[in-house]
């Protein structure tokens, strides 16, 4: 496995050094003060966006650039991690050029691939938790019609209702009846009132769905980490929904937002 080697402060140190020459003292300032992790290489204000494009084509710029967003992951992780009771992380590791850190219950809450692509810083992805309650309304609402729309083909079956437009509108298919003798008719309806079952089951256990204890700290623990992380960044709130979302872009970085929603089942 080839795994890159991010290189230590004495030898970002000794790396500006060398290109002293070519760099202004306003340049030198800001990159020693990220070398020295004063404040994070992806917030903004502390340098103008032109002067950040110029950079992004230094090699040094962008070694010490990883080593900012490395090192000032780990720390102010390891420090909120103190803050919040019963927390723990586990070690941070290395998986093919990424940094990835994780709660011991509760999964991921920072990666950062520093992958060797030319000109590239790499991706972060910043984790989160949340009880999404438009995805659990909606979820509600899909089981709704899944067994409505069961309990219309077991009636046709059944003989107790005809094929009609809503059947149509339910994409029901017409030769459901076709060519069905009585044990292959009652087979069918045996296995739809099966599925029904199964589905109320889940239905119901959604429809009564609260958070437990465990799942309030995780949506807890998780939000803590991400605000911690965004603020250090200069990431605004947003408005958070599942899935994954880019909220950041700079020269040879991007920064990713990973929204995971609670377990109901």
């Known amino acids: 496995m080839n795994i890159m080697k991010l290189l230590n402060k004495a030898e970002l140190s000794a790396l500006l050094n060398e290109n002293q020459k070519i760099l202004n003292k306003e340049t030198i300032d800001y990159l020693n003060s990220i070398l020295n992790l004063e404040f994070s290489v992806v917030k903004d204000g ?14 040094v710029y962008r070694k010490i650039a ?8 780990i720390n102010l992780i390891r420090l909120k991690f103190e803050t919040i009771d019963g927390c723990l992380y586990t070690k941070p590791e290395i998986y093919q050029d990424e940094l990835c850190i994780d709660h011991c ?16 810083i790499g991706e972060v992805v910043i984790y989160d938790t949340i009880f999404d309650e438009k995805f659990h309304e909606e979820e509600l609402e899909r089981y709704m019609e899944k067994i409505y729309r069961l309990m ?14 809503e059947c149509r509108q339910l994409y029901i298919d017409p030769r459901l009846c076709d060519n069905l003798d009585t044990e292959q008719r009652n087979k069918k309806i045996s296995d739809i009132s099966a599925s029904i079952s199964k589905l109320e089951n889940y239905f119901n256990i959604l429809d009564n769905f609260k958070l437990s ?13 991400y605000e911690v992380i965004a603020e250090d960044y200069g990431i ?30």
């Open 66 to 73: 990883k080593f900012n967003i490395y090192n000032r992951a």
């Open 213 to 225: 204890d465990k799942q309030k700290k995780q949506i807890e623990t998780a939000n803590a980490f």
């Open 236 to 265: 605004e709130k947003q408005n958070t929904c599942s899935g994954k979302s880019l909220v950041k872009k700079m020269p040879g970085l991007k920064i990713k937002k990973d929204v995971k929603t609670v377990d109901y089942l």
């Open 152 to 165: 219309v083909e077991k009636d046709i079956l059944l003989g107790k209702r005809e094929y009609d437009d």
């Open 105 to 120: 219950s509760y999964g991921p809450i920072f990666a950062f691939d520093y992958g060797t692509k030319e000109k590239s």
């Open 46 to 59: 502390m340098i103008d966006n032109n002067a950040r494009e110029l950079l992004s084509d230094l090699e």
